[in-house]
């Protein structure tokens, strides 16, 4: 069986014709399954009973994710669900909505799909790390989780803006697939969302961060850093083995040379961990003068033992990095309360 949504455009292309059936004919399927978003082949109208009995016959299906449970935060703005995909396996994706940023007169409506069941990258303070290893998402099932919010926000006359690969899941260590998506997402005879509203978020996996530079993609990289040394590094993020802090950062430079899209380095603020002057004195002057943008996340309550900082702290952590000339800003975290913000996704926990 293959997923009509595993296909680029060009291989559906290939497929009509190998089917001997003209080009066009590709189109006829491409734009109910990006418009439509239809469950069936036979939900396909338009196209010739013909062509829908041999895609069938050859083993083509649409996937479609079900939802499981739905949790929407207090003040409405954010949606968390509990997917299954279209093998069965459960998976949690988030709906991030900014009524206040209005794009075309609709909020910023932000979807954070996961690459991974589980994640092998174990970061103590994240949920996702603490169930381990489970399994890879296919590119297909990844579309899929966009699809499903798509067609939720179609109906109320909505869209997706921006994409984050961020939910569960170390999405370069998902290289492949993760790009086939991004490649249908962003493919203006797929999904058509801009490549400038997609960002992928790694832990620092240097290899996969310069295999996306040379993608020839605009999409945006974020890098966990969440230390700014190796030793303490190493406590957070228990694998990062060779991948040194130094190498991390001289990476996210090259992405940055050779794409020009400014990296953005993610650093979850915990309490008496990583919190102090003296380390945002140290994260200063590591990344002073690269260009590069400090997202500054005070931890979100997970199964671990990390507490979120005092304001005051966090207001002089970020006093530090800006009076060093470090682009800096403090992420508004949303639906902690619904478990649905960064780091708290798991498939065991639901709401
Ligand atoms: S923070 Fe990201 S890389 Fe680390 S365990 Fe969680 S999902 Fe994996």
Redesign the pocket.
């Known amino acids: 069986m293959t997923d009509l949504y595993r296909l680029l455009p060009e291989e559906m292309e290939q497929l009509v014709i190998d089917m001997g059936y003209p080009r066009y004919r590709a189109d006829q399927i491409l734009l109910p399954l990006y418009y439509k978003f239809p469950k069936d082949i036979n939900d396909i109208p338009q196209l010739p009973k013909k062509l829908r009995e041999d895609l069938t016959k050859a083993g083509y299906t649409i996937g479609s994710a079900k939802e499981i449970h739905r949790v929407v935060s207090d003040d409405g703005d954010t949606t968390k669900l509990l997917l299954n995909l279209p093998d069965g396996t459960p998976v949690e994706t988030v709906l991030i909505q900014y009524p206040s940023s209005k794009i075309n007169g609709h909020p910023r409506s932000t979807i954070c799909v996961s690459t991974q069941i589980g994640?092998a990258?174990?970061?103590v303070f994240?949920a996702?790390?603490q169930m381990g290893f489970e399994k890879n998402i296919k590119a297909e099932e990844i579309v899929a989780q966009v699809i499903h919010f798509a067609n939720i926000l179609q109906q109320r006359g909505e869209h997706v803006t921006n994409l984050v690969f961020m939910g569960?899941?170390?999405p370069m260590a998902n290289y492949d697939e993760m790009i086939r998506a991004v490649r249908i997402l962003t493919h203006n005879r797929g999904f058509g969302i801009g490549q400038r509203n997609i960002t992928i978020s790694t832990?620092g996996i240097i290899s996969g961060i310069d295999k996306l530079a040379e993608e020839n993609l605009q999409v945006g990289l974020a890098i966990?850093l969440h230390a700014p040394n190796n030793e303490l590094r190493k406590k957070l993020?228990p694998t990062a083995g060779p991948n040194s802090v130094e190498d991390i950062i001289e990476a996210g430079r090259r992405y940055y040379k050779k794409t020009g899209r400014r990296v953005t380095f993610e650093y979850a603020l915990m309490k008496g961990i990583n919190d102090s002057p003296e380390i945002a004195t140290e994260l200063a002057i590591l990344l002073k003068g690269n260009g590069s943008h400090v997202n500054l996340i005070p931890i979100n309550p997970t199964a671990g033992n990390f507490n979120r900082p005092t304001q005051d702290n966090v207001n002089e952590f970020e006093r530090i990095l800006s009076d060093a000339g470090v682009n800096c800003t403090v992420r508004i975290e949303k639906g902690i309360e619904i478990s649905a913000a960064c780091?708290q996704l798991r498939t065991d926990i639901v709401g």
């Open positions: 994640c990258m174990g970061c994240c996702t790390g569960m899941g170390e832990i966990s993020v780091g």
